[in-house]
């Protein structure tokens, strides 16, 4: 029997938890959900029980355990410390000393779950066999992560990777969720598209299959009415290709990395979203015709399991 290793990653609603063999061939997975009730205590004490529970039950021993790695949904600092993370509750924490304690020892390393994802990614999906890639989530909101040299770079605050409050767009006026304005995140994510549409709809007197969504219209009716050739979803979806394009090439010029991976529900577009972002890009990008790709993630919701279980193994 291989050496076995350990993903855990912590959402809102549930705490997903991967088993794998060391070299990434995911063995069983399974979810506990997160009981965020009384600053969110229970979190590590219920993934802890479960895990140990599903190692008795497969006999497998801790001995064979390299150890657990673990995302957290907030900024985490070199030495394991959390200050906040708001959808769970947690503040001033040390989540994977504690599971360690709970664990008997195991050695357990933690990290953002948007730079986890992006060494998942990196490790065993749609950025396998590159050593440096910039991974960009593009769903409610959007997120990030970046990995050079295989290893996560989080910063000296822990920042690093927030792609989606980047400042790109002077003219905006409304607020993002961070306190900023104009940020990727506000015209990018699917919250962003879907209020993109809603805008264009009110702002041009163009006839569109999204007007019968109205203001329910969604990311995906765009998407879906862009690639069917609806002129106003084209318009959208124009806008949306431009900033992304102008995103990653801010990125290309300041980390130059071998790939782009996008992932997030918004990805579901394919290719069709992959080539309206990269003919901005490539305009922006005139300086090198040799650039970097772009790339859609392949692990979907397994992309934190994977990250995790990879942070344990360096």
């Known amino acids: 029997m291989g050496m076995k290793c350990i993903g855990v990653d912590v959402g809102g609603t549930s ?21 965020k009730e009384e600053g969110g205590k229970y979190i590590i004490e219920d993934a802890s029980n479960s895990i140990l529970k599903v190692l008795e039950e497969r006999s497998i021993s ?19 410390y959390v200050e906040v993370c708001v959808n769970l509750g947690w503040r001033d924490m040390y989540p994977e000393r504690e599971m360690s304690e709970r664990l008997h020892g195991l050695p357990v390393r933690s990290g ?27 769903g409610t909101g959007v997120g990030g992560g970046v990995i050079i040299d295989q290893k996560i770079v989080a910063g000296k605050h822990g920042l690093a990777g927030e792609i989606g409050h980047m400042h790109i767009r002077d003219d905006e006026t409304e607020h993002c969720n961070c306190g900023g304005v104009g940020c990727v995140e506000q015209v990018a994510s699917a919250t962003g598209i879907a209020r993109e549409a809603r805008r264009k709809m009110a702002a041009l007197d ?32 124009e806008v949306v290709g431009r900033y992304l394009g102008l995103t990653l090439a801010h990125i290309s ?4 990395p071998e790939v782009f991976v996008i992932g997030g529900g918004v ?21 090198s015709q040799n650039k970097s790709k772009i790339l859609l993630a392949t692990l979907g919701n397994d992309a934190g399991i994977y990250g995790a279980a990879r942070l344990i193994l360096d």
């Not at 219209?217 to 998407?223: E, F, I, P, S, Y």
């Not at 010029?253 to 130059?256: A, G, I, K």
């Not at 990805?267 to 300086?287: C, E, R, V």
Request: glycine residues 12%; hydrophobic residues 40%; aromatic residues 6%.
């Open 253 to 256: 010029m300041t980390t130059d």
């Open 15 to 35: 705490v997903k938890i991967g088993l794998f063999e060391v070299t990434g061939t995911l063995i069983h997975k399974w979810e506990v959900p997160t009981r």
């Open 112 to 138: 953002n779950d948007a730079n986890v994802a992006a060494l998942g990614e990196m490790w065993q999906g749609g950025g396998k066999g590159y050593d440096d890639i910039v991974m960009v989530t593009l």
């Open 267 to 287: 990805s579901k577009a394919g290719p069709f979203l992959i080539d309206n972002i990269y003919k901005h890009y490539d305009k922006f990008t005139p300086i």
């Open 62 to 80: 801790l001995d064979e355990v390299e150890g657990v790695g673990m995302g957290v949904p907030g900024p985490v600092m070199p030495n394991g």
């Open 206 to 237: 163009i006839p569109s299959v999204l007007r019968e969504q109205g203001d329910n219209v969604t990311a995906k009716d765009v998407l879906d009415a862009a690639k069917a050739g609806d002129e106003l979803a084209c318009i959208v979806m």
